[in-house]
């Protein structure tokens, strides 16, 4: 966390501005609260979601059962299909509300699908870094 944290306090100086409004959803929100929390924040405004100051170790627990483990998929479709499994919790929504959430969360990569995110995100829940893995 106080590494996604420097990287923010370096690009908003690199953005030049004196004052950001912050949209923070899960580990977003995390890194707005603890920047938020800094001396002479730059943040105006915040706005949290899927998130907040205390999280229950069950949801932890289940966080910690699926990140950072590979995952390709065939189509764009069945990794929506997959996130949307993790997150049923979330309770219903419809299958364009998935598509619509879940989408971002996807990338392409030699002919599969992948979840976009930083796989170093998962070394506070394993001890171990498992970015090579999630790469192959």
Same mark, same amino acid.
């Given at each position: 966390m106080p590494q996604y944290v420097a990287d923010m306090v370096t690009l908003i100086a690199r953005l030049n501005v004196e004052t950001v409004d912050w949209f923070g959803t899960s580990m977003g929100g995390l890194?707005?609260?603890?920047?938020?929390g800094l001396t002479n924040t730059p943040i105006r405004r915040m706005l949290l979601n899927d998130?907040?100051?205390?999280? @229950?170790?069950?949801?932890?627990?289940?966080?910690?059962?699926?990140?950072?483990?590979? *995952?390709?998929?065939?189509?764009? %479709?069945? !990794?929506?299909?997959?996130?949307?499994?993790?997150?049923?919790?979330?309770?219903p929504l419809?299958?364009? @509300?998935?598509?619509?959430?879940?989408?971002?969360?996807?990338?392409?990569?030699?002919? *599969?699908?992948?979840?976009?995110? %930083?796989? !170093?995100?998962?070394?506070p829940f394993t001890g171990r870094d498992r970015r090579a893995e999630r790469c192959r």
């Open positions: 890194i707005g609260m603890a920047l938020g998130i907040g100051p205390h999280i @229950e170790p069950v949801a932890l627990a289940r966080i910690g059962e699926y990140l950072g483990k590979p *995952a390709r998929f065939a189509s764009l %479709d069945e !990794g929506v299909r997959h996130a949307a499994a993790l997150a049923v919790s979330f309770g419809t299958d364009e @509300e998935w598509t619509s959430i879940n989408t971002p969360l996807l990338m392409e990569r030699d002919g *599969a699908w992948m979840f976009r995110y %930083d796989p !170093g995100i998962v070394t």
